[in-house]
Protein backbone atom coordinates (compact mmCIF):
# COMPACT_ATOMS: atom_id res chain seq x y z
CA UNK A 1 0.00 0.00 0.00
CA UNK A 2 1.01 3.31 -0.72
CA UNK A 3 0.74 7.03 0.59
CA UNK A 4 1.51 10.29 -0.41
CA UNK A 5 4.71 11.76 0.67
CA UNK A 6 6.87 14.34 0.45
CA UNK A 7 9.59 14.61 -3.26
CA UNK A 8 12.64 13.55 -2.53
CA UNK A 9 15.58 14.08 -5.30
CA UNK A 10 16.81 10.93 -6.85
CA UNK A 11 14.38 8.69 -4.61
CA UNK A 12 14.56 4.75 -5.63
CA UNK A 13 11.49 3.19 -5.83
CA UNK A 14 9.99 2.14 -2.91
CA UNK A 15 7.37 -0.87 -4.07
CA UNK A 16 6.86 -2.89 -7.11
CA UNK A 17 3.91 -2.25 -9.55
CA UNK A 18 3.44 -6.15 -9.95
CA UNK A 19 -0.50 -6.75 -10.53
CA UNK A 20 -0.83 -9.90 -12.06
CA UNK A 21 -2.46 -12.72 -11.31
CA UNK A 22 -1.91 -15.79 -8.82
CA UNK A 23 -2.07 -18.57 -11.91
CA UNK A 24 -0.04 -16.26 -14.87
CA UNK A 25 2.45 -18.55 -15.40
CA UNK A 26 0.92 -21.51 -15.49
CA UNK A 27 -1.98 -20.18 -17.14
CA UNK A 28 0.48 -18.68 -19.86
CA UNK A 29 1.87 -22.66 -20.00
CA UNK A 30 -1.41 -24.13 -20.56
CA UNK A 31 -2.27 -21.76 -23.32
CA UNK A 32 0.51 -22.32 -25.43
CA UNK A 33 -0.28 -25.70 -24.83
CA UNK A 34 -3.73 -25.19 -26.35
CA UNK A 35 -1.91 -23.67 -29.31
CA UNK A 36 0.28 -26.57 -30.38
CA UNK A 37 -2.87 -28.66 -29.87
CA UNK A 38 -5.36 -26.69 -32.18
CA UNK A 39 -2.11 -26.01 -34.55
CA UNK A 40 -1.36 -29.70 -35.01
CA UNK A 41 -5.36 -29.91 -35.82
CA UNK A 42 -5.50 -27.44 -37.86
CA UNK A 43 -2.57 -28.78 -40.18
CA UNK A 44 -3.84 -32.26 -39.90
CA UNK A 45 -7.44 -31.18 -40.77
CA UNK A 46 -6.40 -29.30 -44.18
CA UNK A 47 -3.40 -31.41 -44.86
CA UNK A 48 -6.06 -33.85 -44.85
CA UNK A 49 -8.78 -32.00 -46.99
CA UNK A 50 -6.20 -31.46 -49.68
CA UNK A 51 -5.22 -35.08 -50.31
CA UNK A 52 -8.53 -36.58 -49.63
CA UNK A 53 -10.25 -33.88 -51.64
CA UNK A 54 -12.70 -32.59 -48.98
CA UNK A 55 -13.46 -29.21 -48.83
CA UNK A 56 -15.44 -29.96 -45.65
CA UNK A 57 -12.51 -30.71 -44.14
CA UNK A 58 -10.17 -27.97 -45.37
CA UNK A 59 -12.85 -25.68 -43.99
CA UNK A 60 -12.92 -26.97 -40.53
CA UNK A 61 -8.90 -26.28 -40.28
CA UNK A 62 -9.31 -22.73 -41.28
CA UNK A 63 -12.29 -22.56 -38.83
CA UNK A 64 -9.23 -24.21 -36.12
CA UNK A 65 -6.79 -21.14 -37.39
CA UNK A 66 -9.20 -18.39 -35.80
CA UNK A 67 -8.98 -20.33 -32.45
CA UNK A 68 -5.56 -21.10 -32.52
CA UNK A 69 -5.40 -17.29 -33.42
CA UNK A 70 -7.15 -16.48 -30.47
CA UNK A 71 -4.89 -18.52 -28.30
CA UNK A 72 -2.20 -17.08 -29.43
CA UNK A 73 -3.23 -13.45 -28.65
CA UNK A 74 -3.92 -14.44 -24.96
CA UNK A 75 -0.48 -16.45 -24.67
CA UNK A 76 1.56 -13.26 -26.06
CA UNK A 77 -0.68 -11.09 -23.64
CA UNK A 78 0.49 -13.23 -21.07
CA UNK A 79 4.44 -13.47 -22.09
CA UNK A 80 4.39 -9.86 -22.46
CA UNK A 81 2.82 -8.73 -19.42
CA UNK A 82 5.11 -11.05 -17.01
CA UNK A 83 8.44 -9.67 -19.26
CA UNK A 84 7.24 -6.01 -18.55
CA UNK A 85 5.89 -6.42 -14.86
CA UNK A 86 8.13 -4.35 -13.64
CA UNK A 87 8.81 -1.95 -16.25
CA UNK A 88 8.76 1.86 -15.11
CA UNK A 89 7.23 2.95 -17.74
CA UNK A 90 3.60 1.08 -17.21
CA UNK A 91 2.47 3.64 -14.40
CA UNK A 92 0.28 0.11 -13.06
CA UNK A 93 2.15 -2.31 -14.18
CA UNK A 94 1.19 -4.72 -16.37
CA UNK A 95 -2.00 -5.84 -14.67
CA UNK A 96 -4.62 -5.19 -17.59
CA UNK A 97 -3.00 -6.38 -20.72
CA UNK A 98 -4.93 -9.28 -20.35
CA UNK A 99 -7.89 -7.44 -20.19
CA UNK A 100 -6.96 -5.25 -23.41
CA UNK A 101 -6.31 -8.94 -24.92
CA UNK A 102 -9.65 -10.37 -23.43
CA UNK A 103 -11.05 -7.17 -25.40
CA UNK A 104 -9.64 -7.90 -28.64
CA UNK A 105 -10.47 -11.74 -28.68
CA UNK A 106 -14.02 -11.00 -27.79
CA UNK A 107 -14.30 -8.54 -30.53
CA UNK A 108 -13.09 -11.25 -33.06
CA UNK A 109 -15.41 -13.89 -31.20
CA UNK A 110 -18.07 -11.44 -32.32
CA UNK A 111 -16.76 -11.05 -35.84
CA UNK A 112 -16.93 -15.14 -35.93
CA UNK A 113 -20.59 -15.18 -34.80
CA UNK A 114 -21.82 -13.07 -37.62
CA UNK A 115 -20.08 -15.10 -40.41
CA UNK A 116 -21.72 -18.12 -38.37
CA UNK A 117 -25.05 -16.05 -38.49
CA UNK A 118 -24.39 -15.14 -42.51
CA UNK A 119 -23.72 -18.34 -43.57
CA UNK A 120 -26.14 -20.37 -41.74
CA UNK A 121 -28.85 -17.89 -43.45
CA UNK A 122 -27.45 -18.12 -46.96
CA UNK A 123 -27.91 -22.05 -46.24
CA UNK A 124 -30.96 -21.64 -45.26
CA UNK A 125 -32.38 -19.85 -48.72
CA UNK A 126 -29.83 -21.74 -50.61
CA UNK A 127 -29.64 -25.03 -49.69
CA UNK A 128 -26.25 -27.29 -49.85
CA UNK A 129 -25.58 -30.99 -50.23
CA UNK A 130 -24.15 -32.09 -47.49
CA UNK A 131 -21.58 -34.59 -47.57
CA UNK A 132 -22.42 -36.50 -43.77
CA UNK A 133 -19.70 -39.10 -44.05
CA UNK A 134 -17.16 -36.79 -43.78
CA UNK A 135 -18.86 -33.95 -41.98
CA UNK A 136 -19.89 -36.32 -39.04
CA UNK A 137 -16.48 -37.35 -37.56
CA UNK A 138 -14.67 -33.88 -38.78
CA UNK A 139 -17.36 -32.59 -35.87
CA UNK A 140 -16.80 -35.10 -33.19
CA UNK A 141 -13.05 -35.06 -33.96
CA UNK A 142 -13.14 -31.19 -33.40
CA UNK A 143 -15.42 -31.50 -30.23
CA UNK A 144 -12.70 -33.92 -28.39
CA UNK A 145 -10.35 -31.65 -29.23
CA UNK A 146 -11.97 -28.82 -27.86
CA UNK A 147 -13.08 -30.87 -24.66
CA UNK A 148 -9.03 -31.45 -24.23
CA UNK A 149 -8.48 -27.35 -25.05
CA UNK A 150 -11.20 -26.66 -22.65
CA UNK A 151 -10.21 -29.12 -19.51
CA UNK A 152 -5.94 -27.69 -20.32
CA UNK A 153 -7.07 -24.34 -19.58
CA UNK A 154 -9.31 -24.34 -16.56
CA UNK A 155 -6.50 -25.95 -14.93
CA UNK A 156 -5.09 -22.72 -14.36
CA UNK A 157 -4.52 -21.01 -11.09
CA UNK A 158 -7.58 -19.18 -9.22
CA UNK A 159 -6.93 -15.98 -9.61
CA UNK A 160 -9.66 -14.76 -8.12
CA UNK A 161 -9.84 -13.40 -4.81
CA UNK A 162 -13.00 -14.58 -2.31
CA UNK A 163 -12.02 -11.67 0.32
CA UNK A 164 -12.94 -12.88 3.36
CA UNK A 165 -11.10 -10.73 5.61
CA UNK A 166 -12.73 -11.01 9.08
CA UNK A 167 -12.06 -8.54 11.20
CA UNK A 168 -11.18 -11.38 13.82
CA UNK A 169 -8.18 -14.43 13.43
CA UNK A 170 -8.38 -18.15 14.46
CA UNK A 171 -4.87 -18.15 15.04
CA UNK A 172 -3.00 -19.79 18.11
CA UNK A 173 -1.21 -18.16 20.88
CA UNK A 174 -0.46 -15.33 22.21
CA UNK A 175 0.16 -13.09 20.37
CA UNK A 176 -1.99 -14.49 17.53
CA UNK A 177 -0.31 -13.73 13.79
CA UNK A 178 -2.62 -11.86 12.37
CA UNK A 179 -3.83 -10.12 16.00
CA UNK A 180 -3.86 -6.06 15.25
CA UNK A 181 -1.56 -3.63 16.82
CA UNK A 182 -3.00 -0.88 19.47
CA UNK A 183 -0.63 2.16 19.39
CA UNK A 184 -0.67 3.28 22.98
CA UNK A 185 1.73 6.09 25.22
CA UNK A 186 3.55 3.08 26.56
CA UNK A 187 4.27 1.20 23.44
CA UNK A 188 2.21 -1.24 21.35
CA UNK A 189 -0.54 -4.14 22.14
CA UNK A 190 -2.43 -6.30 20.12
CA UNK A 191 -5.69 -7.04 20.14
CA UNK A 192 -7.87 -10.05 18.22
CA UNK A 193 -11.52 -11.86 18.26
CA UNK A 194 -10.45 -14.97 19.20
CA UNK A 195 -12.95 -18.40 18.57
CA UNK A 196 -10.92 -20.86 18.12
CA UNK A 197 -13.53 -23.79 19.78
CA UNK A 198 -14.68 -20.79 22.12
CA UNK A 199 -17.24 -18.34 22.05
CA UNK A 200 -15.54 -15.52 20.44
CA UNK A 201 -13.67 -13.41 23.18
CA UNK A 202 -11.47 -9.94 22.50
CA UNK A 203 -8.23 -11.10 23.63
CA UNK A 204 -5.29 -8.37 24.55
CA UNK A 205 -1.52 -9.03 23.70
CA UNK A 206 1.89 -7.34 24.86
CA UNK A 207 4.19 -6.43 21.94
CA UNK A 208 6.35 -3.63 23.24
CA UNK A 209 3.72 -2.05 26.17
CA UNK A 210 3.02 -4.29 29.31
CA UNK A 211 -0.43 -5.54 29.80
CA UNK A 212 -2.35 -3.02 31.77
CA UNK A 213 -4.30 -3.61 34.91
CA UNK A 214 -7.84 -4.98 33.89
CA UNK A 215 -9.62 -2.63 36.18
CA UNK A 216 -8.20 0.65 33.94
CA UNK A 217 -8.97 -1.22 30.78
CA UNK A 218 -12.08 -1.78 28.89
CA UNK A 219 -13.35 -2.22 24.96
CA UNK A 220 -16.02 -0.18 23.90
CA UNK A 221 -18.11 -1.09 20.59
CA UNK A 222 -19.85 1.09 18.16
CA UNK A 223 -21.61 -0.13 15.53
CA UNK A 224 -22.69 1.46 12.30
CA UNK A 225 -26.41 2.04 14.02
CA UNK A 226 -24.80 3.84 16.80
CA UNK A 227 -25.18 1.04 19.56
CA UNK A 228 -22.27 0.49 21.76
CA UNK A 229 -21.16 -2.30 24.08
CA UNK A 230 -18.95 -2.50 26.64
CA UNK A 231 -16.86 -5.15 27.51
CA UNK A 232 -14.55 -5.92 30.63
CA UNK A 233 -11.15 -7.44 30.91
CA UNK A 234 -9.74 -10.05 32.51
CA UNK A 235 -6.37 -11.02 33.64
CA UNK A 236 -5.37 -15.15 31.75
CA UNK A 237 -1.90 -16.63 31.15
CA UNK A 238 -0.06 -14.27 29.11
CA UNK A 239 -3.24 -11.98 27.60
CA UNK A 240 -5.87 -10.37 28.97
CA UNK A 241 -9.76 -11.15 27.90
CA UNK A 242 -13.22 -10.19 27.84
CA UNK A 243 -15.35 -11.16 30.20
CA UNK A 244 -18.66 -11.09 27.72
CA UNK A 245 -18.68 -13.19 24.35
CA UNK A 246 -18.06 -10.64 21.50
CA UNK A 247 -22.01 -10.83 19.55
CA UNK A 248 -21.92 -11.08 16.03
CA UNK A 249 -21.75 -9.50 13.05
CA UNK A 250 -17.82 -8.44 14.04
CA UNK A 251 -18.41 -5.50 11.79
CA UNK A 252 -17.83 -2.63 14.33
CA UNK A 253 -15.14 0.28 15.94
CA UNK A 254 -13.38 -1.43 18.48
CA UNK A 255 -12.42 0.78 21.19
CA UNK A 256 -9.57 0.40 23.54
CA UNK A 257 -9.77 2.29 26.69
CA UNK A 258 -6.79 2.19 29.26
CA UNK A 259 -7.19 4.60 32.09
CA UNK A 260 -7.74 8.28 29.67
CA UNK A 261 -5.81 7.10 26.36
CA UNK A 262 -8.23 5.33 23.76
CA UNK A 263 -7.07 3.34 20.63
CA UNK A 264 -9.47 2.25 18.07
CA UNK A 265 -9.19 -0.63 15.51
CA UNK A 266 -12.11 -0.95 12.61
CA UNK A 267 -13.16 -4.66 12.49
CA UNK A 268 -15.18 -5.80 8.72
CA UNK A 269 -16.84 -8.78 8.61
CA UNK A 270 -16.54 -10.84 5.36
CA UNK A 271 -15.42 -8.11 2.80
CA UNK A 272 -15.86 -9.92 -0.03
CA UNK A 273 -14.47 -8.52 -2.80
CA UNK A 274 -16.57 -9.40 -6.37
CA UNK A 275 -15.34 -12.21 -8.01
CA UNK A 276 -15.49 -10.23 -11.46
CA UNK A 277 -12.68 -8.36 -9.61
CA UNK A 278 -10.69 -11.25 -9.53
CA UNK A 279 -11.20 -12.81 -12.69
CA UNK A 280 -8.80 -13.19 -15.28
CA UNK A 281 -10.11 -12.16 -18.31
CA UNK A 282 -7.49 -13.21 -20.97
CA UNK A 283 -7.49 -16.45 -19.73
CA UNK A 284 -11.63 -16.16 -20.05
CA UNK A 285 -11.83 -15.08 -23.22
CA UNK A 286 -9.54 -18.05 -24.59
CA UNK A 287 -11.62 -20.18 -22.51
CA UNK A 288 -14.84 -18.59 -24.21
CA UNK A 289 -13.27 -18.98 -27.71
CA UNK A 290 -12.51 -23.46 -27.03
CA UNK A 291 -16.39 -23.54 -25.33
CA UNK A 292 -17.68 -21.41 -28.03
CA UNK A 293 -16.08 -24.12 -30.66
CA UNK A 294 -17.42 -26.94 -28.50
CA UNK A 295 -20.87 -25.69 -28.36
CA UNK A 296 -20.84 -25.20 -32.24
CA UNK A 297 -19.33 -28.87 -32.60
CA UNK A 298 -22.44 -30.13 -30.35
CA UNK A 299 -25.14 -28.13 -32.18
CA UNK A 300 -23.15 -29.47 -35.52
CA UNK A 301 -23.67 -32.74 -34.79
CA UNK A 302 -27.15 -32.55 -33.25
CA UNK A 303 -28.27 -30.75 -36.89
CA UNK A 304 -25.94 -33.17 -39.30
CA UNK A 305 -27.53 -36.08 -37.58
CA UNK A 306 -31.12 -35.30 -38.22
CA UNK A 307 -30.70 -34.32 -41.42
CA UNK A 308 -29.05 -37.09 -42.00
CA UNK A 309 -31.55 -39.34 -40.39
CA UNK A 310 -34.83 -37.21 -41.69
CA UNK A 311 -33.40 -35.59 -44.88
CA UNK A 312 -34.28 -32.05 -42.33
CA UNK A 313 -31.45 -30.20 -44.40
CA UNK A 314 -32.26 -27.07 -42.83
CA UNK A 315 -31.58 -28.46 -39.52
CA UNK A 316 -28.21 -27.77 -40.43
CA UNK A 317 -27.85 -23.93 -40.49
CA UNK A 318 -30.64 -23.66 -37.82
CA UNK A 319 -28.19 -25.44 -35.45
CA UNK A 320 -25.61 -22.44 -36.92
CA UNK A 321 -28.09 -19.67 -36.27
CA UNK A 322 -28.38 -20.94 -32.19
CA UNK A 323 -24.61 -21.17 -32.26
CA UNK A 324 -24.27 -17.99 -33.39
CA UNK A 325 -26.34 -16.85 -31.03
CA UNK A 326 -24.64 -18.23 -28.64
CA UNK A 327 -21.30 -17.18 -29.14
CA UNK A 328 -22.68 -13.55 -29.73
CA UNK A 329 -23.76 -13.70 -26.21
CA UNK A 330 -20.91 -14.59 -24.66
CA UNK A 331 -18.41 -12.17 -26.61
CA UNK A 332 -20.85 -9.43 -25.68
CA UNK A 333 -20.54 -10.30 -21.83
CA UNK A 334 -17.08 -10.07 -22.55
CA UNK A 335 -16.78 -7.10 -24.07
CA UNK A 336 -19.04 -5.45 -21.67
CA UNK A 337 -16.44 -6.37 -18.61
CA UNK A 338 -13.28 -6.07 -20.62
CA UNK A 339 -14.01 -2.54 -21.60
CA UNK A 340 -15.86 -1.43 -17.92
CA UNK A 341 -11.81 -2.01 -16.81
CA UNK A 342 -10.17 -0.45 -19.49
CA UNK A 343 -12.40 2.29 -19.27
CA UNK A 344 -11.63 2.21 -15.40
CA UNK A 345 -15.12 1.61 -14.02
CA UNK A 346 -15.46 1.10 -10.62
CA UNK A 347 -15.20 -3.12 -10.18
CA UNK A 348 -16.87 -3.50 -6.96
CA UNK A 349 -19.41 -1.11 -5.61
CA UNK A 350 -19.89 -3.14 -2.33
CA UNK A 351 -16.09 -3.10 -1.18
CA UNK A 352 -16.42 1.03 -2.33
CA UNK A 353 -18.99 0.87 0.15
CA UNK A 354 -17.76 -0.73 2.68
CA UNK A 355 -14.11 1.58 2.50
CA UNK A 356 -16.77 4.35 2.80
CA UNK A 357 -17.71 3.00 6.17
CA UNK A 358 -14.69 1.99 7.43
CA UNK A 359 -13.48 5.47 6.59
CA UNK A 360 -16.28 7.60 8.12
CA UNK A 361 -17.29 4.93 11.23
CA UNK A 362 -15.82 7.45 13.73
CA UNK A 363 -17.10 10.81 12.69
CA UNK A 364 -14.11 11.17 9.16
CA UNK A 365 -15.56 12.29 6.10
CA UNK A 366 -14.53 10.66 2.73
CA UNK A 367 -14.82 13.33 0.15
CA UNK A 368 -13.11 11.53 -2.64
CA UNK A 369 -12.74 7.51 -3.51
CA UNK A 370 -11.87 6.26 -6.78
CA UNK A 371 -11.62 2.26 -7.15
CA UNK A 372 -10.60 0.44 -10.06
CA UNK A 373 -9.22 -2.74 -10.91
CA UNK A 374 -4.86 -3.17 -11.83
CA UNK A 375 -5.43 -6.60 -12.98
CA UNK A 376 -6.53 -9.93 -11.24
CA UNK A 377 -7.51 -10.03 -8.17
CA UNK A 378 -5.98 -5.91 -7.88
CA UNK A 379 -7.29 -3.22 -6.54
CA UNK A 380 -5.80 0.17 -6.77
CA UNK A 381 -7.54 3.53 -5.01
CA UNK A 382 -7.32 7.00 -4.36
CA UNK A 383 -8.78 8.39 -1.21
CA UNK A 384 -9.30 12.27 0.05
CA UNK A 385 -10.26 12.26 3.89
CA UNK A 386 -11.29 15.30 5.93
CA UNK A 387 -10.94 14.73 9.75
CA UNK A 388 -11.09 16.78 12.55
CA UNK A 389 -8.94 14.71 14.47
CA UNK A 390 -5.06 14.58 14.09
CA UNK A 391 -4.64 11.36 12.52
CA UNK A 392 -2.46 10.77 9.94
CA UNK A 393 -1.97 8.63 6.50
CA UNK A 394 -0.69 5.68 8.53
CA UNK A 395 -3.60 5.25 10.53
CA UNK A 396 -6.42 5.34 7.85
CA UNK A 397 -3.77 2.67 6.20
CA UNK A 398 -4.54 0.59 9.13
CA UNK A 399 -8.00 1.02 9.02
CA UNK A 400 -8.09 -0.73 5.28
CA UNK A 401 -5.11 -3.49 5.61
CA UNK A 402 -7.92 -5.85 5.76
CA UNK A 403 -9.31 -4.90 2.57
CA UNK A 404 -6.32 -7.53 1.06
CA UNK A 405 -7.45 -7.08 -2.72
CA UNK A 406 -6.24 -2.96 -2.28
CA UNK A 407 -2.52 -3.85 -3.54
CA UNK A 408 -1.93 0.02 -4.71
CA UNK A 409 -3.69 2.56 -1.86
CA UNK A 410 -3.25 6.24 -2.15
CA UNK A 411 -4.62 8.53 0.59
CA UNK A 412 -4.92 12.46 1.25
CA UNK A 413 -5.45 13.71 4.68
CA UNK A 414 -6.95 17.11 5.20
CA UNK A 415 -7.59 18.70 8.64
CA UNK A 416 -9.93 21.14 9.37
Known sequence: M?????????????????????????????????IWLCGAMMILEIAGGI??????????????????????????AYSFARKHADDPRFSFGTGKLGDLAGFSSAIILAMISLLIFYEAISRLLDPVKIHFREAIPIAF???????????????????????????????????????????????????????DGVPPRFRVYEVTAPLPDPAAAAIETVRADGERQIFKLVK??????????????????????????VARLVFEEHAHVDSKAGRDNNMRAALVHVMADAAVSVLVILGLTLAKLFGWLWMDPLAGLIGAGVIASWAFGLIRDTGAILLDMNPDRTMASKIRET?????????DLHLWRLGPGHLG???????KKPRDVAYYRGRLARFHALSHLTIEVSQF
Open 2 to 34: NDIEPAAAHRPPLHQHIFLGAGHEKNERNTWTV
Open 51 to 76: WFGSIALVADGLHMSTHAGAMLLAAL
Open 141 to 195: LGLCVNIVSAWLLSRGGHTHDHGHAHGHDHGHGPPAEQARELSLKAGILAMEIFE
Open 236 to 261: RSGFLESAEDVPEPHAFLAEFHQNDE
Open 359 to 367: IEIDGDTLG
Open 381 to 387: AILAVET
